[in-house]
């Protein structure tokens, strides 16, 4: 099992355990904070996110913000990248297309469903996220280019 995996399994024991797990895997780049996420759920190529619509993430039209959602998209493609890679190897992304299909007025979901990479071969994988408001409309699509490769061999 993954390492992030198994520190998950750890917190699920708890009462509230997925809310502090949601908590501590934000704290793995301090700016995913600003958006509070929730891990709904988390495994082997898959991570859905939840995320409230608050005044902290709105803009001036009270729907929520574009760069609140872009934040949203590279936690959720992150956690799943980071759920699913050997140990041997590492990720980081290169880039990022999003769309924005609709004004985001709801609290929202996002999702990342990575299918059946070979991550032992794959040097670039594109991560989709799909993010959903409370009645399922998509309001945003992100194409996230992961970079994926070994790490490097310790000396």
């Known amino acids: 099992m993954n390492r992030l995996l198994k520190i998950q399994a750890k917190f699920l024991k708890y009462p509230k355990g997925r809310l502090l797990f949601s908590k501590v895997a934000a704290r793995m780049a301090p700016y995913f904070k600003t958006i509070n996420p929730y891990i709904e759920e988390l495994r082997h190529n898959y991570c859905k996110v939840s995320m409230k619509k ?44 999003v769309k924005y299909l609709k004004k985001a007025k709801t609290d929202l979901v996002a999702i990342s469903d990575l ?26 699509v992100a194409d996230i280019d992961m970079k994926v490769s070994d790490k490097p061999k310790k000396s």
């Open 115 to 140: 299918g059946d990479p070979d991550w032992d071969t794959i040097g670039n994988l594109v991560c989709h996220v799909s993010v959903r408001d409370k009645n399922n409309v998509e309001v945003v």
């Open 54 to 97: 608050k005044k902290s993430v709105e803009n001036h039209l009270k729907t929520v913000h574009a760069i609140a959602m872009c934040n949203m998209c590279e936690f959720t493609a992150g956690m799943s990248m980071e759920a699913s890679i050997p140990s041997h190897r590492r990720w980081i992304p290169q880039g990022m297309e």
